[in-house]
C-alpha cells in the first residue's frame, strides 16, 4: 500500500483505543468488527498494540473514531468536545470511514437518519483528524480534499472465524437449487434494479430453483414485488452480530449461486468488494454488477460473473450460470482459493499496523515541525 513504511520493519508498540460506532444495545456493528477490531487484534500483529475499545474515549497513544459514533444522538457539538478531549491529551486521531455517506441516496430508507448536522460532523472528523482510513481508492479520491492523509487498507475476512465447514450432504432430487442474496438492510435500491430479471429467470427455473434473501431489503413495498415467485426470508435471530454471523453463515446457507447486485452512482462507486469476499470464502459462485467496487477483483467467468446494470445483461447472466453447473463449481474454486491465499486477515492485517504507525509518525513529525517555528 503506497506510503506505508515497510511491513518487515520492526514493530512500535502502542496503545490503540477504539471509539466504534454503536446504537442501542451498545455493541459493535458488523462494520466495526470488519474494519477494526478483527483486524487490530489478528495474532499477525498482536504485538504491535494493545488494544481498547468502548463506545467512549480512554487515554491511549492512538483514538480511532468510526463512522458516526453515536448515529441516533451525535452532533457537533459532542464531536467537538470529544476530539478537544482527544487532543488535550496528545493522543493521535485516527477516522475511520468505510461508505461515502457524505452522497447517500436520497432514495435510500437510510438516508432518513442521515441529517445535514451528520454530514457535518463527518466533515469536521475528516479534517481533524491526523489521518483518515478507508476501505476503497475511489473513497480516498473523495475525501482528500478534506484531509491529506487518507490511507486505503482493503476489507478482509478473518480466517480464524471460518472453522471447517461440514462436507454437503446429498442433494435430495426433489430439493430445489438455491439462488442467495445477502446485506444489511440498505439494499431496496439495488435490488429493485434486479427485480425484473429475477422474476422473468426464477418463473422460468420456477420448478428447480428458488431465492432465498438474508437481510438486504426493508421496506415491505419492496419484499411485496417478489409475490408470485419462489423464495423466502432467511431469520438470523440471535446471531445478528458480526463473530455469530459469521458462524450462523456456515451453516445456513447451502446456496448454489450468489448475486452483488450494485447500482452505479457516487455512493455505491465508494463501495468495497466485501459481498464477494463473503460469498467466496464460504464456496459460493456469485454474479457481480459490473462496477467499481468489483472490477479490480472479480475476474470476469475465472472468479466470478460480472454483468452490466440493465434487465437483458441479468436476465443472461442468471440464465447462464443457473444451467451451467460445472462452470459455477469453477468459478466457486477459484474465488475461494483467491480469497484465502489473498484476501484474509493473515495476509493483509500488517496494512493495518503500517497505516496507523504510519499516521503516528507523520503526526509527530509535524508536530516537531510546528514547535521548531
Known sequence: ???????????????????????????????????????????????????????????????????????QTVSLEKVEALVEQIRRDNTCLIYSLDDNLLDLPKHRPSQKGLTLEQKMTIRYLVREADGVLVSTENLQQRLLGMNANVFVVPNAIDEQLLGKKAAAQPRNPSQKLVLG????????????????????????HRDTWELQLVGGISESSVLEAF????WQILDVGKHGEYPNFVRWMQQNLHWDLAIAPL??????????????????????????????????TVRH?????????????????????????SQ??????????????????????????????????????????????
Open 263 to 296: 447500482e452505479n452512482n457516487p455512493f455505491s462507486n465508494c463501495k468495497s468488494d466485501i459481498k464477494f469476499l463473503d460469498y467466496s470464502a464460504l464456496g459460493i459462485p456469485c454474479i457481480c454488477s459490473n462496477v467499481p467496487a468489483y472490477q479490480n
Open 1 to 71: 500500500m503506497a506510503n506505508c513504511i515497510d511491513p518487515h520493519q520492526p514493530d512500535i508498540f502502542m496503545k490503540v483505543h477504539v471509539i466504534y460506532e454503536h446504537t442501542h444495545p451498545h455493541e459493535p456493528h458488523s462494520t466495526s468488527h470488519i474494519r477494526l477490531l478483527r483486524p487490530l487484534q489478528h495474532p499477525s500483529i498482536a504485538n504491535s498494540f494493545r488494544l481498547s475499545y468502548d463506545t467512549q474515549y480512554r487515554s491511549a497513544d492512538v483514538a480511532i473514531v468510526e463512522r458516526l459514533w453515536q448515529p
Open 181 to 204: 442474496y445477502m446485506g444489511t438492510y440498505t439494499h431496496d435500491g439495488d435490488m429493485m434494479m434486479v427485480l425484473q430479471a429475477l422474476r422473468e429467470v426464477l418463473y422460468k
Open 328 to 373: 459455477r463449481q469453477t468459478i466457486a474454486n477459484r474465488a475461494k482459493e483467491y480469497v484465502f491465499s489473498q484476501r484474509t486477515l493473515q495476509h493483509t492485517a500488517w496494512q493495518w499496523r503500517d497505516a496507523i504507525q504510519t499516521i503516528v509518525r507523520n503526526t509527530q513529525t509535524a508536530r516537531k515541525n510546528y514547535v521548531k517555528r
Open 227 to 230: 409475490a408470485g415467485m419462489p
Open 301 to 325: 467467468w475465472e472468479t466470478g460473473y460480472l454483468t452490466d446494470n440493465h434487465p437483458d445483461a441479468w436476465v443472461e447472466a442468471l440464465d447462464f450460470m443457473m444451467v451451467n453447473h
